[in-house]
């Protein structure tokens, strides 16, 4: 049975019907199997959509759309005007969507993507936003919450890396209750010594989150895979983030980690998961099921990585 494409696959989700023109303006390869694109928005045009949404992404030459999880902010894609400038006439700065995009060759649109930079750099690209999976949750009042737990699953940190930028920004407009706090759980493939954090997806920018208190809460950080358990002196188990130091847990999440989280108020706690559906359908039915953490079903978001 052939694999069904992103539109088959979405074909139920909602999408807008605008099809907006960006351009590849940048490219940072993360890794072997990651690169980062930031697209700008031309003519100061901005792009709305919730945080955790994906782009029907359509690229010269490929009659058919993939599908790529958007992972800035709703606020990147506003065009704003730099104020640092002596005279105060610096242009606006550009709005962008960034996406981050596995290598796979077997997926038309990713596959072109990952063409040689020279080839696609400031090529224009057609998208469309889509996907219920958003931030802030639908039919929940924020202002009540207490707890948001983000648990994410390999390249399924993707939607949530949006949405922790978005709650950043709601944090610092006071959309959220001072009491509110957020916990990352982050699950990737460990690298391995010496762990390089401009190779590990976002990393970086989660920890610099919670350590500049732009989001209040915790990040806890778990690599799966066998080098943590051939090393000597666990106690050094961290990854330097350039100054924010993050400890790791050589293990997969568990459900403990997410009750851990929650705490003991679960009509106050909201929890997203998002990674390959194997993750996603065993940690969900645990969580609203009746010997698990019993939630009810609308306060636990999930989205599958297929």
Request: glycine share 8%; with cysteine; charged share 25%.
């Amino acid at each position: 049975m052939a694999k069904e494409s992103h539109l088959e696959r979405t074909a139920k989700e909602p999408r807008d019907e605008a099809l907006h023109t960006v351009v590849i303006k940048q490219i940072d390869q993360i890794n072997d199997s990651i690169r980062v694109f930031r697209f700008g928005i031309p003519d100061q045009k901005t792009i709305k959509f919730s945080a955790g949404q994906w782009l029907d992404v359509y690229v010269p030459t490929v009659p058919k759309a993939g599908g790529f999880t958007i992972t800035s902010a709703p606020s990147a894609a506003v065009a704003q005007q730099r104020t640092e400038s002596p005279n105060g006439q610096a242009p606006p700065q550009e709005a962008y969507l960034e996406l981050a995009i596995q290598k796979s060759p077997n997926n038309p649109p990713a596959a072109w993507l990952w063409k040689p930079l020279s080839d696609i750099m400031n090529a224009e690209v057609k998208v469309r936003v889509g996907g219920s999976f958003i931030w802030p949750p639908a039919g929940i009042d924020v202002s009540a919450l207490r707890k948001v737990v983000l648990v994410a699953g390999g390249v399924g940190i993707n939607p949530l890396i949006s949405i922790l930028s978005a709650i950043a920004d709601d944090m610092k407009g006071g959309k959220l209750p001072d009491g509110c706090e957020v916990t990352m759980l982050y699950s990737m493939k460990d690298p391995g010594p010496p762990r390089n954090v401009e190779k590990m997806l976002f990393v970086e920018r989660i920890a610099e989150l919670f350590a500049k208190e732009d989001v209040r809460g915790m990040f806890r950080l778990f690599l799966t895979g066998p080098h943590g358990t051939q090393e000597s002196n666990m106690k050094d188990a961290i990854v330097d983030c350039h100054g924010f130091i993050v400890k790791f847990a050589n293990r997969r999440i568990s459900l403990e980690d997410i009750s851990s989280a929650i705490g003991g108020d679960k009509s106050s706690a909201v929890v997203y998961v998002c990674g390959v559906p194997t993750m996603t359908d065993e940690m969900v039915e645990k969580l609203v099921s009746d010997d698990g953490l019993a939630m009810a079903r609308d306060r636990v978001l999930f989205e599958k990585w297929w």
